[in-house]
């Protein structure tokens, strides 16, 4: 499990963790513990927001740099996907072609689009929220803060349902150590890490908040799984990524609106 652990934090984020001699099954059982990295993600995100806000700077100011740092503190891999992913759906209208598009490494013209728009998106629903954690007090401040954390936790576990029994439409990629091969346990063990979350429920209204912030964040991811085989002919690397990217904006975005 330890080393599981270690193969996840190492892949998901710049955590120097050294894991010698990875086996394949080493890197589909790590996606049990994705969850636990997006944790690591949002709880460094809430704790360096908190002081951000702490030491006076806006809460838009502070958005931006907890955007920046999110992006270093992954090596902005999901965003790679989200570039990757918007050239090859706006390069062709063939499968075969934009999974060609998706593999350049060059970004174009929509991938710029995409990033800018996510970006946009994360900022936002970043500066909403900080904005509500300078004017609430006490519970309802950890509240808020405890679902910004929360938020990169479930978008990851939103990449292992999305990945679990799709099809894969290459031949070899990153992307089919994960898509079609994980299994029910993996789900379930990452689903272990998403409850803690429900302890921050005081009432029945901030459990429907709760829910309804995780349903969005799963909502890109829900909408992939169906688009991704029909417009790509299933589900890639890049695709699992941008439904990440996604899902922390519209997460994020749902806090505002349900707190």
Known sequence: MLRAIA????????????????????????????????????LAMAGCGWLLLAAGLAPFA??????????????????????????????????????????????????????????????AGLAALLTQVQTWQDVSTVVLLLCLAFVPAAARWAMLTLAWKSRYPRQSGTGQLFVGQLTAQEILVGLLFLLPVLAGGAHART?????????????????????????????????????????????????????
């Open 7 to 42: 193969v996840a934090i190492s892949f998901l984020t710049v955590i120097p963790l050294k894991v010698s001699g990875v086996t394949r099954e080493d890197v589909v059982r790590s996606g049990a513990f994705f969850p636990l990295a997006g944790w690591l993600i949002g």
């Open 207 to 259: 459990l429907l908040g709760i829910a309804a912030v995780w349903y969005m964040t799963m909502l890109p991811s829900f909408w992939l799984r169906y688009r991704a085989h029909e417009l790509l002919g299933g589900v890639t690397g890049d695709v699992l990524g941008a439904s990440c990217e996604f899902g922390e904006a519209l997460g994020w975005l749902a806090v505002t609106l349900f707190f």
């Open 62 to 123: 502070c958005a931006v740099l907890l955007v920046a740092f999110e992006a270093w503190l992954t090596r902005g891999l999901h965003l790679d996907g989200v570039a990757d992913l918007f050239d090859g759906l706006g390069g062709s209208f063939e499968p075969e072609k934009r999974l060609a598009i998706m593999k350049d490494s060059a970004t174009g013209a929509f991938g710029v689009v995409g990033i800018v728009l996510v970006l946009l998106l994360k900022t």
